[in-house]
């Protein structure tokens, strides 16, 4: 149960975004013994789709009736924080796991352990999103994560095996040989917002860096500004967002482009050959790459007994039996080993994804929590700043992590 008064940290995540809240006239829900909410971010879900009619079969064994609203993942937040500050939380919430740190902060979830919610079956570099100081909030219903889509027509004009690129050498030197084979190399979003340091950061992390100390990523910016020194990638790059970036490398001109599992659909409606390698780290291997993907939590509420089935709800909602048809449904990776292995007999190009997500890493991990938006605006300014000439990389990285302290 909320103290009384509202806890000033509850106030202050509420104050970052009740302008936003304060502008719908939608009723936030509460529970009755029969009838439990279930909000999340998935409005292009309708009733008829298969992650909707798996809250109602959750619902449906816990012994209740689901109420579910869907809202985009901005709008969520705030409706939550304010919720939450009017005690009319929903029972179970679906959150963008980059924000379960935020929303244990304001003291609006539950501990796993407090309402019986098991994470265990799930890869621990998926469940390092929702755990703060130790306790985990929330299970991950699944991931999607980067890698290089790659035009399988403009690679082999250019004479390049994709199975030769393993580095950053390797890639280097086969956007070389794109240009001069007259092709356009790779595209990418590098937008000063949160889509840049997200499509930054498997450079970033692959080159050794730590969030915690900026100027550690310095050779992954040498490499980006490097590509639009050579005309390895487009000047565009520096607004361009994830779906531009792909309408760009949809055009067929482009050998690469560096994007997510949600793009699957429209790879497969391009028009041309494609195949999907990992983003390689600087020596080799597989760089890590951001988790994108949602947490099933439970926030508080005012009666442990509704706390408890809320816990059943959404241990139902990602139990291995339950949540491959849910992924399938969000285009997703599983976030349990054993899904992702049902998901590649299935769907056999779906391994490199799998392979991207194992090496995955949520933003807010490393103890990060909410520190990671007050470090990430100053690295995609940086970022920016970098890729216009306005600054050396080296110098624009010691500035952002100047900024950062």
């Known amino acids: ?78 409706k939550v924080l304010l919720a939450a500050q009017q005690r009319t939380a929903p029972q179970v919430l679906v959150v963008d796991n980059p924000v379960v740190s935020t929303l244990v902060e304001a003291g609006v979830l539950k501990a796993n352990s407090d309402v019986g919610l098991d994470a265990a079956q799930v890869s621990p570099n998926l469940v390092a999103a929702g755990t703060v100081e130790g306790q985990t909030y929330g299970v991950p219903i699944g991931a999607n994560t980067l890698a290089l889509y790659y035009n399988k027509a403009v690679l082999a004009a250019a004479g390049v095996d994709p199975a030769s690129v393993k580095d950053w050498d390797s890639l280097n030197a086969a956007l070389a040989k794109v240009k001069a084979a007259g092709k356009k190399g790779i595209t990418f979003s590098a937008i000063g917002t949160e889509e840049g340091t997200f499509q930054f950061l498997p450079w970033f992390w692959g080159a050794g860096g730590k969030l915690t100390d900026l100027p550690s990523g310095k050779a992954a910016l040498e490499l980006w500004k490097s590509w639009l020194d050579n005309g390895y990638a487009p000047n565009s790059v520096v607004n361009n967002t994830q779906t531009t970036s ?35 780290g600087r020596t080799g291997g597989t760089a890590p790459a951001p988790t994108g993907g949602e947490f ?42 054993s899904v992702q292995q049902q998901q590649v007999s299935a769907q056999a190009d779906l391994a490199v994804w799998v392979e991207a997500v194992k090496n995955a890493k949520g933003r807010t991990g490393d103890n990060l929590g909410t520190k990671y938006p007050k470090i990430s605006q100053p690295l995609w300014g940086a970022v920016q700043a970098a890729l216009t000439g306005a600054k050396a990389p080296e110098a624009a990285l010691r500035d952002a992590q100047a900024a950062v302290k």
Do not use: H
């Not at 009740?18 to 502008?23: H, I, P, T």
């Not at 879900?45 to 449906?60: H, L, N, P």
């Not at 055009?251 to 983003?279: D, H, M, R, S």
């Open 296 to 337: 099933v939590t439970v926030p508080v509420q005012d009666n442990k007994d509704t706390e408890a089935k809320a816990g059943r709800i959404a241990s139902c909602l990602t139990a291995p039996d339950k949540v491959l048809a849910a992924d399938t449904a969000l285009t997703y990776i599983s976030a349990v080993p």
């Open 246 to 280: 792909w309408q760009e490398f949809a055009t067929g001109e482009y050998a690469f482009a560096e994007n997510g599992t949600w793009q699957l659909g429209n790879a497969k409606k391009a028009g041309f050959e494609y195949g999907v390698i990992p983003v390689p």
């Open 1 to 78: 149960m909320f103290p009384a008064p509202v806890p000033a940290r509850l106030l202050a995540a509420l104050g970052l975004v009740v302008s936003v809240a304060a502008c719908s006239s939608t009723p936030a829900t509460t529970a009755t013994p029969d009838t439990f909410s279930v909000w999340d971010p998935y409005p292009q879900f309708t009733a008829e789709s298969e992650w909707v009619k798996t809250i109602e079969k959750c619902g449906t064994e816990a012994g209740v009736k689901i109420q579910r609203q869907a809202y985009d993942t901005t709008d969520l937040t705030s």
